[in-house]
C-alpha cells in the first residue's frame, strides 16, 4: 500500500520531558487509522505534529512523498477537526465554510461549488443559512467537519470529535463518519480515547502509551492476538480475564498450570514454537468463556459463585468469584442467572493469550 503519511523516527521533548519517543509509522493511500490510548499517551500530540501544530525535537514527516516536517500547517494540505466546534458564532454555517476559501482567495463560483458539495455529501443543506447557536450539537460537528471538508484535502486529521456529544449523538456520527470514509477514500488520522469509535472505524489501529506505538494491526488483530497484557487489557469491557501462573509441561504436553487448575496448551498458538517455561499470566475475554451444558465439554471446567449480575438486553455480564479471583462472563441475555448462584463454567485454551509474566509481552 503506497503510504500516505510516512513517520520517521519522530521525537518531541518538552525540555526534560519526552511526549514522543522515536516514532515510526506509515499511513496508507486512503487508510483510517485510529490513534487509541489513554489521556496523556500522545496521541493528540502526534495528531498535532502532522498538522504541523507543534514543532518537532527530531525525525520526519512526510505527507504524499513530500517533506512537510517544518512547513506551515496551511501549506501540508490537510483538513482538521477539532474536539471543540470552533465555529465563528457571528457567521452562518455557509460563512464558516466558506471563511478560509475566501481567505485563501479562490473564486466565487469555486468557493459555492464545494460548500454545496461538502453540504451535499454531510447533508447539511437545510442549515447553511442558521447560525451555529441555533443548532444542535450534533449539526454543529456536521458544520465544523464541513469546513475541513471544502479545504479538498488529501488527508483529514480528526482530534476526538465526538467527545463533546451525548451517546446517541456519538452512535449517530460514528456511522456518518464511516460513510463519508466509504465515499470519499481520502486518508484520514483519527484520535480516541474510546475503544467502540475505534474498533467501528479503523482499518487499522495504532494502540499509543507513554508517547510509543504498543501495537499497529487491525481491530480484529488486536482484539484476538493482542500483543501485550496493557492492550489485552486496554481492549475490551469487560476487560479480559487473567489467571496468573507458569508454563510448564503436565501428561507430555504444556500446559498453563494456575494454582491448582491445569490449562492444556496443545492447539494454542505460541509466537514461537518452542516457548520458554516459566510465570506467566493466562488471559481469556469473557464472551470466551461458556455455562452450564456447554462447559460440560470444555477443555477447562471450573466453578464459581455469582457476586454480581448486569443484564444489558443483548448479553448479560456476570461476576464470578473462583480460584481465588473475580472473572467476567459473558452470556445469552436471557440467561437465568442471580447473585448467589453457583455457577459451572469452562473455556477453551485455544481462545486464550498468553503473556510473560517480566515483559508482559505475548508468547
Same mark, same amino acid.
Given at each position: 500500500?503506497?503510504?500516505?503519511?510516512?513517520?520517521?523516527?519522530?521525537?518531541?521533548?518538552?525540555?526534560?520531558?519526552?511526549?514522543?519517543?522515536?516514532?515510526?509509522?506509515?499511513?496508507?493511500?486512503?487508510?483510517?487509522?485510529?490513534?487509541?490510548?489513554?489521556?496523556?499517551?500522545?496521541?493528540?500530540?502526534?495528531?498535532?505534529?502532522?498538522?504541523?501544530?507543534?514543532?518537532?525535537?527530531?525525525?520526519?514527516?512526510?505527507?504524499?512523498?513530500?517533506?512537510?516536517?517544518?512547513?506551515?500547517?496551511?501549506?501540508?494540505?490537510?483538513?482538521?477537526?477539532?474536539?471543540?466546534?470552533?465555529?465563528?458564532?457571528?457567521?452562518?454555517?455557509?460563512?464558516?465554510?466558506?471563511?478560509?476559501?475566501?481567505?485563501?482567495?479562490?473564486?466565487?463560483?469555486?468557493? !459555492?461549488?464545494? $460548500?454545496?458539495? &461538502?453540504?451535499?455529501? %454531510?447533508?447539511? @443543506? +437545510? #442549515?447553511? =443559512?442558521?447560525?451555529?447557536?441555533?443548532?444542535?450539537?450534533?449539526?454543529?460537528?456536521?458544520?465544523?467537519?464541513? !469546513?475541513?471538508? $471544502?479545504?479538498? &484535502?488529501?488527508?483529514? %486529521?480528526?482530534? @476526538? +470529535? #465526538?467527545? =463533546?456529544?451525548?451517546?446517541?449523538?456519538?452512535?449517530?456520527?460514528?456511522?456518518?463518519?464511516?460513510?463519508?470514509?466509504?465515499?470519499?477514500?481520502?486518508?484520514?488520522?483519527?484520535?480516541?480515547?474510546?475503544?467502540?469509535?475505534?474498533?467501528?472505524?479503523?482499518?487499522?489501529?495504532?494502540?499509543?502509551?507513554?508517547?510509543?506505538?504498543?501495537?499497529?494491526?487491525?481491530?480484529?488483530?488486536?482484539?484476538?492476538?493482542?500483543?501485550?497484557?496493557?492492550?489485552?487489557?486496554?481492549?475490551?469491557?469487560?476487560?479480559?480475564?487473567?489467571?496468573?501462573?507458569?508454563?510448564?509441561?503436565?501428561?507430555?504436553?504444556?500446559?498453563?498450570?494456575?494454582?491448582?487448575?491445569?490449562?492444556?496448551?496443545?492447539?494454542?498458538?505460541?509466537?514461537?514454537?518452542?516457548?520458554?517455561?516459566?510465570?506467566?499470566?493466562?488471559?481469556?475475554?469473557?464472551?470466551?468463556?461458556?455455562?452450564?451444558?456447554?462447559?460440560?465439554?470444555?477443555?477447562?471446567?471450573?466453578?464459581?459463585?455469582?457476586?454480581?449480575?448486569?443484564?444489558?438486553?443483548?448479553?448479560?455480564?456476570?461476576?464470578?468469584?473462583?480460584?481465588?479471583?473475580?472473572?467476567?462472563?459473558?452470556?445469552?441475555?436471557?440467561?437465568?442467572?442471580?447473585?448467589?448462584?453457583?455457577?459451572?463454567?469452562?473455556?477453551?485454551?485455544?481462545?486464550?493469550?498468553?503473556?510473560?509474566?517480566?515483559?508482559?509481552?505475548?508468547?
Amino acid at each position: 500500500m503506497e503510504a500516505s503519511i510516512a513517520i520517521n523516527n519522530l521525537s518531541l521533548s518538552f525540555g526534560s520531558l519526552e511526549v514522543l519517543k522515536d516514532l515510526n509509522l506509515d499511513v496508507g493511500q486512503g487508510e483510517f487509522l485510529v490513534l487509541l490510548g489513554s489521556s496523556g499517551c500522545g496521541k493528540s500530540t502526534l495528531l498535532n505534529c502532522i498538522a504541523g501544530l507543534l514543532d518537532v525535537t527530531g525525525g520526519q514527516i512526510f505527507i504524499g512523498g513530500r517533506n512537510v516536517t517544518w512547513e506551515e500547517p496551511s501549506k501540508r494540505g490537510i483538513g482538521m477537526v477539532f474536539q471543540s466546534y470552533a465555529l465563528y458564532p457571528q457567521m452562518t454555517v455557509a460563512g464558516n465554510l466558506s471563511f478560509g476559501l475566501k481567505n485563501a482567495g479562490l473564486p466565487k463560483q469555486e468557493i !459555492r461549488e464545494r $460548500v454545496d458539495r &461538502a453540504a451535499k455529501v %454531510l447533508q447539511i @443543506e +437545510p #442549515l447553511l =443559512n442558521r447560525k451555529p447557536a441555533a443548532l444542535s450539537g450534533g449539526q454543529r460537528q456536521r458544520a465544523a467537519i464541513g !469546513r475541513a471538508l $471544502v479545504r479538498d &484535502a488529501d488527508v483529514f %486529521l480528526f482530534d @476526538e +470529535p #465526538l467527545s =463533546n456529544l451525548d451517546a446517541k449523538l456519538r452512535a449517530d456520527l460514528r456511522v456518518e463518519i464511516k460513510q463519508l470514509h466509504q465515499k470519499l477514500h481520502n486518508t484520514m488520522i483519527y484520535v480516541t480515547h474510546d475503544q467502540i469509535e475505534a474498533m467501528t472505524l479503523a482499518d487499522r489501529i495504532a494502540i499509543m502509551r507513554g508517547g510509543r506505538i504498543l501495537q499497529l494491526a487491525s481491530p480484529k488483530e488486536i482484539y484476538n492476538r493482542p500483543a501485550s497484557k496493557y492492550v489485552a487489557e486496554f481492549i475490551g469491557s469487560p476487560t479480559m480475564n487473567f489467571f496468573a501462573g507458569e508454563i510448564g509441561e503436565a501428561g507430555g504436553g504444556l500446559c498453563f498450570m494456575a494454582s491448582d487448575n491445569i490449562f492444556p496448551l496443545d492447539d494454542y498458538a505460541f509466537l514461537d514454537r518452542s516457548p520458554v517455561a516459566g510465570a506467566a499470566w493466562f488471559g481469556i475475554r469473557p464472551e470466551h468463556m461458556v455455562c452450564g451444558t456447554d462447559a460440560e465439554n470444555a477443555p477447562v471446567r471450573l466453578q464459581g459463585r455469582v457476586e454480581l449480575v448486569e443484564p444489558l438486553g443483548s448479553d448479560t455480564l456476570a461476576r464470578i468469584s473462583a480460584s481465588g479471583q473475580v472473572l467476567w462472563i459473558r452470556m445469552d441475555g436471557q440467561a437465568n442467572v442471580t447473585a448467589g448462584d453457583t455457577l459451572q463454567f469452562g473455556f477453551d485454551p485455544a481462545r486464550g493469550n498468553i503473556f510473560d509474566k517480566a515483559t508482559e509481552d505475548r508468547v
